[in-house]
């Protein structure tokens, strides 16, 4: 069974771009969540996408987006960077049973400059 | 507004000791409790999960239990390993919310020495 995976592994941006990160799901699993973790920070939630569809989402902007493909593979998008934006992107996936346990990827990790 | 916080923020002991973490959340409306493990500039591994109906659950060296009515969780870890060296990361999911919304606590980083 393949897990979750992401890429890419490291990213450099400058401020002002735009980026596109990418993420695979566990096979089975139909919901995938998206989170940043700054340095020495836990988690915080970013969106969450359930069938391609939208199914919450935490306190970001408008900037950060996302897609879900029929194969549950999904992309973060992030418009206009900041230097705050620089962090550990990563990506979780849930089967969506009664259990809804998070089954993490590797993560991204983006640089802003 | 749901609230995770791990004590110590950091530890460090011999290898061999057992040792306790802490995990307290502010709203007991949970729905599941879930720690994980994180390598520096890793992801997280989950560790073990514990449902709200649930007081605690055990795979291996490692036994975690909750107590919904007073907002905490521990993870005992016994006879600790060097390789036991990370943070450990507190999550809950609170009903009402997406099942994906998980909110941490900042974790709590252990160093097991030889």
């Known amino acids: 069974e393949t897990g979750v995976t992401q890429s890419p592994t490291h990213l450099i941006k400058t401020r002002g771009q735009q980026v596109t990160l990418r993420c695979s799901s566990q096979?089975?699993?139909?919901?995938v969540s998206w989170y940043q973790q700054a340095l020495g920070q836990g988690p915080q939630f970013i969106f969450q996408?359930?069938?391609?569809?939208?199914?919450g989402r935490g306190n970001f902007p408008p900037r950060f987006s996302g897609l879900q493909f029929p194969n549950y593979s999904s992309e973060l998008n992030v418009n206009a960077l900041e230097l705050d934006d620089s962090a550990l992107y990563l990506c979780?996936?849930?089967?969506?049973?009664?259990?809804?346990?998070?089954?993490f990827g590797p993560g991204t990790r983006l640089t802003v400059t | 507004k749901q609230e995770v916080t791990q004590i110590p923020a950091a530890l460090s002991v011999p290898e061999g000791e057992n040792l306790v973490l802490n995990c307290s959340f502010t709203?007991?409306?949970?729905?599941?409790l879930q720690w994980f493990r994180q390598d520096p500039g890793k992801g997280l591994t989950s560790l073990l999960l514990?449902?709200?109906?649930?007081r605690e659950q055990t795979s291996g060296r490692l036994n975690a239990s909750l107590d919904k009515s007073s907002g905490r969780s521990t993870l005992y870890i016994a006879a600790s390993q060097p390789g036991d060296s990370a943070t450990y990361l507190c999550?809950?999911?609170?009903?009402?919310?997406?099942?994906?919304?998980?909110?941490f606590g900042k974790g709590t980083k252990l160093s097991v020495k030889p």
């Open positions: 996408y359930y069938r391609e569809e939208e199914n």
């Open positions: 999550a809950v999911m609170n009903y009402g919310g997406s099942q994906g919304n998980l909110i």
């Open positions: 979780a996936s849930s089967p969506g049973t009664v259990s809804y346990e998070q089954y």
């Open positions: 096979s089975g699993h139909n919901t």
């Open positions: 514990i449902q709200s109906s649930q």
């Open positions: 709203d007991s409306a949970i729905y599941n």
